[in-house]
């Protein structure tokens, strides 16, 4: 499928403010001044953007406990997710969810997740009610190699192959699950998995933007038809630790630095556009540093805002009690 | 045994099975009069008054206060002074060696719901079929069983119509509109799908307005605390109803409806609250209300349409009703004959059946 | 009106609305059942044929068999009613909540709270439980103190057939996620239960014994119970308040504070198992809050702290039963130890 030009400054616009994003809360973080514990999606950026750059606002996503990128992918707001993650009350979720449940179900992103493999069924949920209600939607679940060994994933896709649902399940395998190898903890081919729930599945390097998205695209379109779910397998990378402060021993001492000097995705990205002369690096400079003051402006923000009063402590728990 | 007269368990409503006696009004020995009330007989829904259905005294009661006994069982014995013991005794063995319990329910006739151009309308029919119609319209909130003692005394001399007004009871909750017009005619058109001519109309409260409406095509009219013959309106009952959800607040709201709220049963308030929870209930009740007593008080008058009927008109009140005063039968056109009962609430077809039957086959014979 | 059973009553509520609201959708195993097999469809309607009926009616797309896949169709249900469908969902048996919990308490409970308020979640969850069905340690639970534990969740638990009518047409309707029990010796229990649909508020209590002498709370099937020992104490002289809280959560405490403040004596009759359970959390609520209002200790009738035994000789010890209940409120009559001065 060729894309635009509005359309790859849009892809490139949308994986700097993730690689951005990522970068500027691993230097907060440090500081001490987010609570809790994040997880970072950097390195992963052509996944998130390459699936959501096929979905409409109606279209569903449920992400991960890595779900900055989903949502930066899907629309969320960002000044909104800066705020989130720094426990604010102007942030999206109001400051009762943090870095783990962001969620914008304006958007159709049903919220990152803390439990591993707990968005494939609620992938399915939102592929269903496409379904009964015929609106034409269709519903991406996002999981890592460890869910993909979850058996929530398992049951997610064979309802969803049994059901005949519009659902597309993205495994974006970074490597390691916490600190453990995919490679380890991966009996057979996920591929064949899929294969083995009726689901037409294919590999794709995840590092690469276009490949992302002309397979998340073909999947899509496919079960926006009516033919029922796919199955993408992406070899991806993160860059950071599983939680920042994660001092990444597990991995091997030059990994991260061979991934960004060799296949870090905005790279490929700015290369294979920049060889076929369909964007020039001066509009691309120009992204990276509105991007740059963007996440400048979000980060201001989100520290000077007030917290969440002790009224909210109580509110927002049921619709009614 | 001539002379001899027993008093068994009323059937007061036709779906009551069982029944106990709450309190014996007269004691053992103790004279009484053909219609005086005996004893108090207590029913899940209500308690009331047993008349005596001869004159003698009572010379003894079978069945002691707080037990539950079928309906036909024998409760007393009414003499007329010359049966000696023994004869009671050998009266009493033999009614209990006659009685067979009805079967459960079974002979209950069941309510039917008769399909009319504005919906549903819920009816239970009691009388002979060639007998002459009459039909019993409840008040705001009500439904056809408000009728239960009453129907049946009127049955034995009329084809009874109880209905449920839209909104209530088993009826559409769909309402035509809520003013006493928009009622008449849901009444109206349930008339015309059941093939109902002109009949004689018994209503209550809210239900005696919608009667007046209809005066024309009756053939009497009898009405039992009739809304639309003044102003005054308790609005705390009206606003009470409907705000009651749990069945002390309705309690204390039905309360006002009698004389002696030590009448209301735990199934008539259980029942009232059911009924507010249909789906459709609460705006229904909602919109009469506001149609009919905006700012607390009866907008519509009907004095003029009562002077101007022709039919033979009873106008029927408990001198105690707390919901719309008494005084509203004071200054009617004289052809409209006026009975008062004292120590009456709201509700004397509950509080005074007997009476009130008596009337009401009295303007129906005029 | 007519005479119904609790599995009608449940039946006619989700017929009813499911007429009402296409957003309705009905899943779970062998909900309709036959899905896929040579013989007839709608073979089972449910396990216990609670469900029979509605797939003729509203098609395969509305009435949706699952594979036996707890995990995927409750999550699937609550990824549904995150989404715009109003599912009732049927988790068979409460015991297979070890499977799926994870979306329930974890996803569903949760999403209003952690998205900061903008999530709506009408998600209704059936569920069987209670013992005396010879069905043994995995198939006769109660556990509803556990889903009560969890902020966000409402527990409702109908103790009649018009009580569950009204209990479910309310869950359906209801924009939070509602676990609705439904014990499986009520099934066949019969009621009156009106034709039109109606709804009972949740969080209100309902008193279905008014008395004097001693309170009685009671959940589900229990409430049968505690009106029967009630009925047996009266006519012995002690007149009982019975108080069916109807849900969990909400749970209205105020009205059995009332009642106990008006009794100055408690019993508190659970079928779950005895260690935080209901009658544990109501016995603290009411020690902390009326507490100078008790003429003598709080007394709970709960099973044994064991699993459900499988022989029937077993079984029916392990219940709670009238003789138990009544021997409470006996006790509870008998220690005049704190009367007032």
New interface residues.
């Given amino acids: 499928m060729q894309l635009s030009r509005e359309e790859l400054l849009r892809a490139y616009r949308s994986m700097c403010t993730i690689r951005q994003f990522e970068e500027r809360v691993h230097a907060e973080f440090a500081t001490g001044d987010i609570p809790g514990f994040v997880h970072l999606y950097a390195g992963e950026e052509a996944s998130a953007v390459g699936v959501c750059m096929n979905l409409t606002e109606r279209d569903s996503i449920a992400s991960t406990h890595r779900g900055h990128g989903h949502c930066i992918a899907k629309g969320c707001d960002v000044a909104g997710m800066m705020a989130e993650i720094y426990g604010r009350k102007s942030g999206l979720c109001a400051g009762k969810g943090g870095s783990m449940h962001i969620a914008d179900l304006d958007r159709g992103m049903l919220g990152a997740n803390g439990i591993v493999g707990g968005g494939a069924p609620l992938a399915c949920g939102a592929a269903l009610t496409a379904k009964t209600l015929k609106t034409g939607a269709v519903a991406v679940a996002f999981g890592g190699d460890g869910a993909s060994n979850q058996g929530t994933t398992a049951e997610a896709m064979n309802l969803a192959s049994v059901w005949r649902l519009p659902v597309v399940f993205v495994l974006e395998d970074n490597g390691y699950a916490e600190s453990t190898a995919s490679a380890w903890s991966i009996g057979g081919d996920p591929l064949v998995r899929a294969e083995g729930f009726g689901i037409p599945g294919v590999r794709v390097d995840g590092h690469d933007f276009f490949a992302v998205h002309a397979a998340a695209g073909e999947a899509i379109a496919r079960a926006r038809d009516g033919g029922g779910p796919g199955f993408l397998h992406l070899k991806l990378a993160r860059y950071f630790g599983h939680f920042e402060g994660d001092g990444m021993t597990y991995r091997a001492p030059d990994e991260v630095a061979k991934l960004r000097a060799e296949r870090d995705c905005l790279k490929l990205f700015r290369r294979r556009v920049g060889e076929a002369q369909l964007l020039d690096d001066a509009a691309l400079d120009a992204i990276e540093a509105e991007v740059a003051a963007e996440i400048e402006d979000a980060t201001r923000r989100a520290k000077a805002a007030p917290m969440p009063s002790p009224a909210d402590l109580l509110t927002d728990v049921y619709v009614s009690y | 045994m001539a002379g001899l007269r027993a008093l068994v368990m009323p059937k007061m409503g036709l779906a009551m099975t069982e029944g106990m006696v709450a309190a014996w009004r007269k004691a053992p020995g103790e004279p009484v009069a053909a219609g005086e009330e005996v004893a108090d007989i207590e029913t899940s829904k209500i308690t009331a008054g047993y008349e005596s259905p001869a004159a003698g005294s009572l010379r003894r009661q079978v069945v002691k206060p707080g037990v539950m006994v079928p309906v036909g069982t024998l409760i007393g014995v009414i003499a007329d002074g010359t049966a000696d013991d023994a004869e009671i005794d050998a009266f009493i063995a033999a009614q209990h060696a006659a009685f067979v319990p009805a079967a459960e329910a079974a002979s209950a006739p069941a309510p039917a719901r008769v399909a009319t151009e504005i919906g549903p309308i819920q009816v239970l029919e009691a009388g002979p079929e060639d007998a002459p119609p009459l039909v019993l319209i409840h008040g705001f909130g009500g439904d056809l069983n408000n009728w239960l003692f009453l129907q049946p005394l009127l049955a034995a001399r009329f084809h009874t119509f109880a209905i449920d007004l839209p909104g209530h009871g088993?009826s559409t909750?769909t309402l035509p509109g809520g003013n006493f017009a928009a009622l008449a005619r849901a009444v109206a058109a349930f008339l015309r799908a059941r093939g109902i001519g002109p009949a004689h109309l018994v209503g209550h409260s809210l239900g005696g307005a919608v009667a007046l409406m209809l005066a024309p095509e009756s053939l009497s009219l009898s009405l039992i605390s009739p809304a639309g013959l003044g102003p005054e309106i308790n609005m705390d009952y009206i606003g009470g109803f409907i705000a009651a959800?749990?069945?002390r607040e309705m309690q204390a709201v039905l309360a006002m409806l009698f004389a002696d709220p030590a009448l209301i049963g735990?199934d008539m308030v259980e029942g009232v609250l059911?009924y507010k929870?249909?789906?459709g209930v609460a705006a229904a009740l909602q919109a009469i209300a506001a149609a009919n007593f905006a700012n607390g008080r009866q907008n519509t008058s009907l004095r003029a349409t009562l002077a101007a009927i022709r039919v033979p008109t009873l106008v029927a009140w408990g001198e105690a009703d707390r919901i719309i005063p008494a005084a509203h039968a004071d200054a009617l056109s004289p052809s409209v004959r006026v009975v008062r009962f004292p120590e009456t609430g709201h509700m004397a077809h509950m509080e005074r059946a007997a009476d009130l039957a008596r009337h009401i086959i009295g303007i129906a014979d005029a | 009106m007519a005479r119904k059973s609790f599995r009608q009553a449940v039946n006619e509520a989700i017929r009813q609305e499911m007429a009402r609201d296409p957003r309705v959708i009905v899943m779970g195993e062998d909900i309709a059942g036959g899905m896929g097999a040579p013989g007839e469809d709608d073979a089972w309607g449910g396990p216990l044929g609670v469900t029979k009926g509605l797939m003729p009616q509203f098609g395969r797309e509305r009435v949706l068999d699952t594979p036996i896949t707890e995990s995927g169709f409750i999550g699937a249900a609550a990824g549904a009613a995150l989404t715009g469908l109003r599912p009732v969902a049927d988790l068979m048996f409460v015991d297979f909540m070890g499977v799926c919990f994870d979306q329930i308490f974890n996803q569903a409970a949760k999403f209003k709270y952690m998205f900061g308020g903008k999530a709506r979640t009408p998600l209704v969850i059936r569920t069987m439980y209670g013992a005396g069905f010879r069905a043994a340690s995995q198939h006769s639970q109660c556990l509803y103190p556990l889903f009560t534990h969890v902020p966000g969740l409402k527990v409702v638990i109908p103790s009649s057939p018009y009580e569950a009518k009204g209990l479910m047409i309310e869950a359906i309707r209801d924009d939070d996620p509602v676990i609705f029990f439904e014990h499986k010796m009520l099934y066949d229990v019969e009621d009156e239960v009106p034709d039109e649909p109606y709804t009972l508020p949740f969080g209100e209590a309902n008193l279905t014994r008014e008395g004097d002498d001693a309170t009685i709370v009671a959940f589900g099937r229990m409430v049968m119970l505690a009106n029967e020992a009630a009925d047996q104490l009266g006519a012995q002289g002690i007149s009982c308040t019975v108080i069916d809280p109807r849900t969990t959560s909400p749970l209205d405490i105020e009205t059995i504070l009332e009642e106990v403040r008006a009794t100055g004596r408690l019993v508190v009759v659970d079928e779950a198992s005895p260690r935080c359970n209901m009658a544990s959390d109501i016995a603290a609520q009411v020690a902390e809050r009326a507490f100078e209002a008790l003429k003598a200790p709080i007394r709970r009738v709960s099973p044994p702290h064991t699993p459900v035994p499988f022989s029937p000789a077993l079984e029916d010890l392990y219940l709670p039963d009238v003789e138990k209940i009544i021997s409470a409120v006996r006790a509870v009559m008998a220690a005049g130890g704190r009367k007032a001065a």
Avoid: H, P, T, Y
């Fill in positions: 088993g909750k959800r749990r069945a735990r059911r929870r249909l789906d």
